[in-house]
């Protein structure tokens, strides 16, 4: 009873005696985190190993509020226990280490993170992660909430059982995606559970990413707010899928957007970055490479900014604009600052830029996500899709917000996987400083897939060249296909993670989704007022740290995958399915596209991205790297 | 009355530190850390640092002895020294292994091995100050130590 008394006692004062679980292998770093997170008055358990943490993890899940974890372990990478923990536990996981490259950054975050903080962590930033778990119980209620007043009171069982099957199901999960390609086979194994899907085991929807890209469209169609499972489902048309199904994808949608937002409205300086005077960028470039990534990931107005403004075309332009492309001169590392992502409407030469960006033109991944722009009037606030324009005056941070954006929705348009969402955030990041170089004949087509060299998150990004080209084919597909992707990269990469790794092994059917989903109009459009949506509610959304180069080839590549890849195969078109890290990064690399001059400066992103590439591989046209997130269950 | 003396010898020390660029604001925020529930932590960090991170020191020199040097594998390890080092506050070798590493990225295996034994160095020297500083904080007296304003 005492104990009782005291445990209750100890809730009441939350934060005070929260429960955290710290994971360092470094035993001077773990001493130092335990006696600073004791500081707090945090309840402290530690361990120096993954696998310990794990188990410590499972025994009793609601034995922890929250997890901190080292990035870099022997016994297992910080990325992977941070899925783990994410999709099994549901838990808030806090990522650390000494490194702050924006790519590293932006993969934690793409895989779910609350947080990234640098090392040597200081006591303030850790008095104040509690509200990672506050925020995270709230989103969850909230969201739950939303889609029970919309949906049935199935839903929630539905949900709750596919939630509470994702463990399992992942991994079955992964067995399917091996051997279902098509989406439809994935549906069949939910036409049972129509009849009664609260009392029974419903197998676990696939969600591929045709299907998902259908989600998407539908509801940017419907608008992000008045999206209900019912009408989404209607608008999908797919046989044999669910309410419930739709429903529970649709929450972790949310989710996922919330946490994106959270994500970025934690860096508050990031919100600056959007409309607000440079100096904000400037000091989220100070935040070591982590403020970028979440400055990009937007504050609402870069979002808004950035997506409203963005009108197809205009998009483009902006992009090339050299404020965009500007990032280079990032005192940051990344901090895209969509710079004036004002709205101050499209300005009209952006037109000309975005002209020139426009994917039909192959241009440069980001060209790519302008295609999508075109979708961009969509955007529910075209504020101005001059922002991209804009974005040049901006600190030329800012222009890869918008870009990322779209980049984003282009991403999310071709990339069946929703992790290709993710990653266009992640590829908006970008901008590691490491590349300063881009020259703008590696952006080939603007775009060049590097996008992100430095490290793993360009292969994260598939580079959206190939996706530029078919964006022009399919501009009209963009329509809101593409974006969720974005937007659900949140809730995706959590439960990608596990089916991730599987799938690394089996990297063709993942290439095959790419292709087809490159193929096919690229969603752009749909991505981009995804993002749009997405941006209104996750400023999040577009973290992108840009480091000046990075803005270089939207690669967009699972940012799951980190692993820059082996340099983007120049196959042209071909999804040459490259497994980092496990992940099969589709790589899409703009042909031979050709950047106007205006890109300029996105070429040279584009070419400092493509050069870093070049260390590990030659990035080339056509890569299609695809992740093997393309089937994601969501559910 | 005598701990006075060894009192202001301990912050000359302290300060004299942190003007030659030894140790940076972390340092202070391990001796916020340090109080009357844990009055020897600035000293027990300090001391398994030096123990954990020598098995790492060690690591790279036999890396270093092998040719070609695998330079992802010595990034990796100089990655967690660096860790290590700016958890304590170490200004001078983190700046080293922050070197140490850009050498490694760029493949200059000359860079990394003379840049490497300038780490040592630093290593070295500010363990010996550190040891003479915990030393006289031990004698002064556990108190107010940790609380000098710097």
Redesign the interface.
């Known amino acids: 009873m005492t104990v009782e008394r005291i445990v209750s006692e100890t809730k009441d004062q939350f934060p005070i005696g929260m429960r955290v679980l710290a994971v360092d292998d470094?035993?001077?770093?773990l001493?130092?985190l335990e006696?600073?997170l004791r500081?707090c008055q945090y309840h402290v358990t530690t361990t120096s190993q993954a696998i310990t943490a794990l188990k410590m993890l499972r025994e009793n899940k609601n034995k922890f509020d929250l997890v901190i974890s080292?990035v870099?372990m022997p016994d297992m990478d910080g990325f992977k226990l941070l899925e783990l923990v994410g999709l099994e536990m549901d838990l808030p996981v806090i990522m650390l280490?000494?490194?702050g490259d924006t790519k590293l950054v932006m993969k934690g975050i793409t895989h779910g993170a609350c947080d990234y903080l640098l090392?040597?962590v200081?006591?303030e930033e850790l008095k104040n992660i509690w509200q990672h778990v506050v925020r995270r119980k709230k989103f969850d209620r909230k969201v739950r909430n939303n889609s029970d007043s919309q949906d049935k009171p199935h839903a929630d069982s539905g949900e709750a059982a596919g939630i509470g099957k994702a463990d399992n199901s992942a991994k079955i999960n992964k067995k399917r995606k091996d051997q279902n390609e098509d989406e439809d086979e994935d549906l069949d194994e939910n036409g049972q559970d129509n009849d009664d899907p609260s009392a029974q085991k419903k197998p676990r929807v696939v969600w591929s990413v045709e299907l998902h890209r259908k989600f998407v469209a539908a509801v940017n169609q419907l608008g992000i707010e008045k999206a209900v499972p019912k009408k989404i489902l209607e608008l999908m048309n797919v046989e044999k899928l669910t309410r419930e199904n739709v429903a529970s994808h649709l929450q972790k949608f949310r989710l996922y957007l919330k946490r994106i937002s959270c994500v970025a409205n934690q860096q508050a300086n990031m919100a600056a970055a959007v409309g607000t005077a440079d100096s904000s960028y400037l000091r989220m470039g100070s935040l070591n490479g982590l403020g970028n990534f979440h400055a990009l990931a937007g504050t609402d107005q870069l979002h808004n900014a950035a997506f409203r403004s963005f009108p197809p075309s205009r998009v483009l332009g902006r992009l090339n604009t050299p404020a965009g492309l500007g990032i280079r001169g990032l005192p940051s590392p990344g901090t895209i600052q969509l710079g004036h992502v004002q709205n101050s409407g499209h300005s009209s030469n952006d037109q000309s830029k975005l002209q020139s960006f426009i994917p039909g033109n192959h241009n440069t991944n980001i060209l790519q996500g302008m295609p999508m722009s075109l979708d961009l009037d969509q955007l529910q606030n075209n504020k101005g899709v001059s922002h991209i324009g804009e974005l040049p005056t901006a600190n030329r941070t800012a222009v890869f917000p918008v870009s990322g954006s779209l980049i984003d929705s282009r991403i999310a348009g071709f990339s069946n996987n929703p992790l290709l969402g993710v990653t266009s955030n992640s590829l908006m990041l970008e901008g590691s400083s490491?590349q300063a170089n881009l020259h703008a004949s590696n952006l080939r087509d603007g775009v060049s897939a590097a996008g992100f060299q430095n490290g793993n998150t360009l292969s994260n990004f598939a580079s959206i060249d190939p996706v530029s080209s078919q964006l022009r084919d399919s501009k009209a597909d963009l329509q809101g296909q593409a974006a969720p992707i974005n937007c659900n990269a949140g809730p995706m990469i959590r439960s990608v993670p596990q089916e991730w790794s599987a799938p690394r092994k089996d990297a063709p059917y993942q290439s095959h989704l790419m292709s087809s989903s490159v193929n096919s109009s690229i969603p752009v459009n749909g991505a981009m007022v995804q993002l749009d949506q997405c941006l209104d509610r996750n400023n999040s959304i577009f973290h992108r740290t840009m480091d000046s180069d990075s803005i270089g080839p939207l690669n967009f590549v699972d940012p799951l995958s980190i692993k820059h890849s082996e340099g983007l195969n120049s196959a042209a078109m071909e999804p040459p399915v490259i497994e980092k890290e496990g992940y099969l990064m589709y790589q899409l690399r703009p042909h031979g596209n050709h950047i106007p001059d205006n890109i300029g400066s996105l070429e040279d992103l584009a070419s400092a991205m493509m050069k870093q590439d070049q260390d590990k591989g030659k990035p080339t046209a056509g890569n299609f790297r695809h992740n093997s997130y393309s089937h994601r269950t969501c559910i | 009355m005598e701990r006075n003396p060894l009192r202001r010898q301990l912050q000359l020390m302290r300060k004299s530190l942190f003007d030659q660029g030894y140790l940076d604001e972390q340092f202070v925020q391990l001796e916020e850390l340090q109080d009357d529930t844990n009055p020897n932590f600035v000293e027990e960090v300090v001391t398994l640092y030096y123990r954990d991170s020598a098995r790492l020191v060690l690591n790279i020199e036999q890396a270093l002895e092998r040719k070609p040097y695998n330079f992802h594998k010595l990034d990796a390890y100089m990655h967690q020294f660096k860790g290590s080092s700016s958890s304590i506050g170490a200004k001078k070798v983190k700046a080293e292994s922050t070197l140490f590493r850009e050498y490694c990225k760029s493949g200059n295996g000359e860079g990394c091995m003379r840049c490497f034994q300038q780490l040592k160095k630093e290593y070295a020297t500010l363990r010996k100050k550190l040891e003479a500083y915990f030393q006289v904080a031990r004698q002064a007296g556990p108190m107010e130590t940790a609380c000098r304003p710097k």
């Open positions: 470094d035993p001077t770093c001493l130092l006696t600073l500081r080292d870099h280490s000494a490194n090392k040597p200081r006591i490491q």
